[in-house]
T-cell receptor
């Protein structure tokens, strides 16, 4: 069975600090997809990134970057120079290639950026 | 822009009532999902549907049922509401199987069962 672990339940940082959110996953499949979503206080989950298991290149999008390492089954998310608007709950998720896109979510990491 | 709309943002019901949560998407997506979100437990899948009139149980279907009569609408039904069903309910949709497209979520319905 697939599993996603986000060990950090809550993180607080001061604005402009860098912060890394950890995600460790378990799956027996060789083909799978990993996702990160952001849930601001308004409640709606917003998609941030999708990565398939064959693409281990790290990705950068503005202040956001993702580090995918199959050797450690991790897909970590770093926010550089954090801002108050980054305050949200962040979810890591895993989808195996078969089936009807059933996605397993981690429990989420609540990030608070203090001005 | 894509849109998933949940009928109520907040809902208060009584124990034993039959409760309907409605979700509509305007993206012509085949796949639709219902999750509940609880502190410390993340999102847990209740039911999903990959086509009209089709449904599959998720991880926690007990006490719930669903209906998908039209492609754009996916309803979650609490047959006889209980206090342990007090939660945030999230609806999502995605394009068809095989491409693993990201799910698009509604704003959520915060349901309280008294």
């Amino acid at each position: 069975a697939q599993k996603v672990t986000q060990a950090q339940t809550e993180i607080s940082v001061v604005e402009k600090e860098d912060v890394t959110l950890d995600c460790v996953y378990e799956t027996r499949d060789t083909t799978y997809y990993l996702f990160w979503y952001k849930q601001p206080p308004s409640g709606e989950l917003v998609f941030l990134i999708r990565r398939n298991s064959f693409d281990e290149q790290n990705e950068i999008s503005g202040r956001y970057s993702w580090n995918f390492q199959k050797s450690t089954s991790s897909f970590n998310f770093t926010i550089t120079a954090s801002q108050v608007v980054d305050s949200a709950v962040y979810f890591c998720a895993l989808s195996e290639a078969g089936g009807y896109q059933k996605v397993t979510f981690g429990i989420g990491t609540k990030l608070q950026v203090i001005p | 822009d894509v849109k998933v709309t949940q009928s109520s943002r907040y809902l208060v019901k009584r124990t034993g009532e039959k409760v309907f949560l409605e979700c509509v998407q305007d993206m012509d997506h085949e796949n639709m999902f219902w999750y509940r979100q609880d502190p410390g437990l993340g999102l847990r899948l209740i039911y999903f549907s990959y086509d009209v009139k089709m449904k599959e149980k998720g991880d926690i279907p007990e006490g719930y049922s669903v209906s998908r009569e039209k492609k754009e609408r996916f309803s979650l039904i609490l047959e006889s509401a209980s206090t342990n069903q007090t939660s945030m309910y999230l609806c999502a949709s995605s394009s068809p199987e095989g491409r693993h497209q990201p799910q698009h979520f509604g704003d959520g319905t915060r349901l309280s069962i008294l």
